[in-house]
């Protein structure tokens, strides 16, 4: 068959109307403790962002379910005085959030999905809140997504992320639109700079129209701005996008000053994101790196004139991984890193290239404001306000002076975790210092024998850090349901800086399984696990090297593969990003063809023989569903034990909750079936 019919038969297959409802297919039998489990995970009150006033004295804080988004201010110096937020009394249930403070602190704006006649919108619009008169005003007016709100310096305008008459979430995560029609020459939804004016509401596009915006940051003088874009499709480009500044006002026009693909040196091919300009407005930082995801932002911090002209590495030969910083003065910056799997806050002095000592602070913990990953709120004394969470506490707002820091808010104080406790694993394989997570089953009783579940993270640009989980699939409530779970961060993820993390170009599944068996070993030597009961699981890429590994060893007793990537040929001109793949494997797939041949799971195909779940979203467009189909068709063929989900109008991320309990308990009755947490005594227990 020509590969022209075969693609074409893979997306009839795919499309919705050949897809049966999960429901309408043979569904788990329900586990008392998987519902248990699931009905205390879903009692989490989640804050999603976090901002502190200018004065460091206030944080405004959101807080999301599945009905609504409550928008709350909360007193640093005394918590219990705490006030909700909603532009109307009438329209319950709205959204309200990404709270953000003017420069003076006077007035908050946010989004809201409120609408002053009470009836019901999905449409967010800015809002603004007065300090003084505590009264509320909608200052925009449009059709369209609205994220990322920013004031300039001088408190006259609000920038923001703009897509109008937006069908969909400007990203690859959500689910990609249905194939129909002609395919890539029908439009394409543009995510620009867009701005109002706060006193008169008026509307005006600041980028160009035709360049896709993924970020931006204002000058210190209101006059410029920079931003990270590329030409449309945005969801393609952004591992190809430039960095701009541009002039704001009516003879503002698009000024590249830093195009990675056509410079030399180790920034050459590389991602950039974060860009920010210096107090001065002279320099312009950026974290550039090696980065598989837009959002996952991990890097060295770099320099450049806003101008243009040569980069400069301020943060060279780092141990660990930079994801977020902001401008302390034109000496120093404060900076949020990954370092090992723990998050790290510190003050770094560019001039010395070195790090306070008394203003470092590590947390064996996820933190982040909400903005961005690993993201602070920083006010004009140093305050600082951020959402902590880790497998043993549920996420809270946390705000203060840097050495002490005060929880802010109690919402999860009851919830305790279902599962064992949790031990930072170090090992070192082949000249790397390797490190993971290990999660103890619950009422851990070292003279029994125990199944490990080893679940690999997606990226690979990216890193497994302590959080709690959300009420669906996941490494850790494998953990509540009686199993050793080992989430590693082997060669190719953050933590131990850029060298790590390209560590596994142009090698996938190879150096990286290694580190993650030989974390294994080190696991195996003092801990009572039973060889005989070791699974494997991982989404995205993670969902990858699951497929892949059952290729290469036979250690694993079963396996669930979740949106991975079987055959990286094929994948290359089915998915929806290929432009993220060039700085990873060298060169195009038409190019280099034999080095994607080398970690593609289906070359050896022939070799496997552990039971293996797959699942997949069938609008996914980061990880197509044909490369779910191929995997689970050689398997079948080869006669191993499989099955393929597929889950209806899902991208990437699930957003279905049902659908995501519904992988989790497949994938527990898989692993029960194959490898349960526990065996009768006739089998050795």
């Avoid at 947390?363 to 306000?385: C, D, R, Y």
Wanted: glycine share 10%; proline share 7%.
């Amino acid at each position: 068959m020509t590969s022209a019919r075969r693609t074409l038969c893979l997306i009839l297959l795919f499309s919705p109307s050949a897809i049966l409802p999960v429901s309408a297919q043979t569904s788990p039998a329900p586990d008392s403790r998987i519902a248990s489990l699931i009905e205390m995970l879903g009692k989490t009150k989640t804050p999603t962002e976090a901002a502190i006033s200018p004065d460091g004295a206030t944080v405004a804080w959101s807080l999301r379910n599945h009905r609504e988004s409550q928008l709350r201010i909360t007193k640093v110096a005394d918590p219990t005085k705490d006030q909700i937020l909603t532009p109307s009394t009438a329209n319950q249930g709205c959204g309200n959030s990404i709270p953000t403070w003017s420069p003076d602190g006077e007035s908050l704006a946010f989004l809201s999905t409120c609408t002053t006649n009470g009836e019901k919108s999905t449409q967010e619009q800015i809002f603004l809140w007065s300090k003084k008169t505590g009264q509320y005003r909608q200052v925009t007016h449009l059709t369209g997504n609205i994220t990322a709100p920013a004031w300039s310096p001088d408190g006259k305008t609000i920038a923001f992320l703009f897509v109008k008459d937006a069908t969909r979430s400007a990203g690859a995560l959500d689910a990609m639109k249905p194939w129909n029609g002609v395919i890539g020459e029908d439009g394409v939804e543009i995510q620009n700079v867009g701005a109002v004016d706060v006193a008169s509401g008026s509307f005006s596009h600041i980028s160009p129209i035709n360049l896709h915006v993924y970020e931006f940051s204002w000058s210190p003088d209101s006059n410029q701005l920079a931003y990270v874009a590329a030409n449309p499709p945005g969801e393609n480009n952004w591992w190809v996008a430039k960095l701009y500044v541009q002039g704001v006002g009516p003879i503002g026009s698009p000024r590249p000053i830093l195009d990675t693909q056509k410079i030399s040196g180790p920034l050459h091919g590389l991602q950039i994101a974060l860009p920010r300009f210096s107090d001065d407005g002279k320099q312009i930082a950026f974290i550039g790196g090696l980065m598989s995801d837009q959002g996952s932002t991990g890097g060295d911090i770099w320099v450049i004139p806003s101008t243009g002209g040569e980069p400069k590495n301020l943060t060279p030969n780092r141990t660990s991984t930079p994801a977020f910083f902001g401008w302390i003065d034109d000496k120093t910056l404060g900076i949020s890193e990954h370092v090992g799997g723990s998050s790290r806050i510190v003050v770094h002095h560019i001039d010395t290239n070195a790090d306070d000592p008394t203003q470092t602070i590590t947390f064996p913990e996820s933190i982040g404001s909400g903005t961005s990953v690993m993201s602070v709120s920083v006010a004009n004394n140093g305050n600082l306000a951020f959402i902590r969470s880790s497998f043993e506490r549920a996420p809270e707002v946390w705000a203060g002076p840097m050495t002490n820091l005060k929880q802010i808010t109690h919402l999860n104080d009851s919830l305790k975790p279902a599962w064992g406790k949790t031990e930072n694993v170090d090992w070192t394989n082949e000249g790397f210092h390797v490190q993971g997570w290990l999660l103890y089953p619950p009422n851990y009783d070292p003279s029994k024998k125990y199944p490990l579940i080893v679940s690999v993270h997606g990226g690979p640009s990216s890193a497994i850090t302590p959080r709690w989980p959300g009420a669906g699939y996941g490494g850790v409530p494998f953990s509540a349901l009686g199993y050793f779970v080992f989430m590693p961060n082997p060669r190719g993820s953050y933590g131990q800086g850029e060298k790590f993390t390209q560590a596994n170009v142009k090698d996938f599944g190879y150096g990286d399984l290694r580190d993650i068996l030989s974390g294994m070993d080190t696991l195996e030597k003092r801990l009572p696990i039973d060889k005989t009961r070791e699974g494997l699981t991982g989404w995205s890429y993670g969902g990858f090297m699951t497929m892949f590994t059952v290729t290469q060893t036979h250690r694993f007793r079963a396996a669930v593969a979740g949106a991975g990537i079987s055959d990286w040929k094929s994948y290359y001109g089915e998915n929806s990003i290929d432009q993220w793949m060039v700085p990873f494997f060298g060169k195009t797939v038409y190019d280099d063809p034999a080095i994607y041949a080398k970690s593609s799971a289906i070359e050896y195909i022939k070799n496997v023989k552990t039971p293996t779940l797959v699942v997949v979203g069938d609008r996914d467009g980061e990880c197509p569903a044909p490369q779910s189909f191929e995997f689970w068709h050689a398997l079948r063929a080869e006669g191993v034990k499989t099955q393929l989900v597929i889950y209806p109008n899902e991208g990437h991320a699930f957003h279905d909750p049902d659908h995501r309990l519904d992988v989790l308990e497949r994938a527990y009755n898989w692993f029960e079936a194959e490898m349960p947490a526990t065996v009768s005594s006739k089998n050795g227990e």
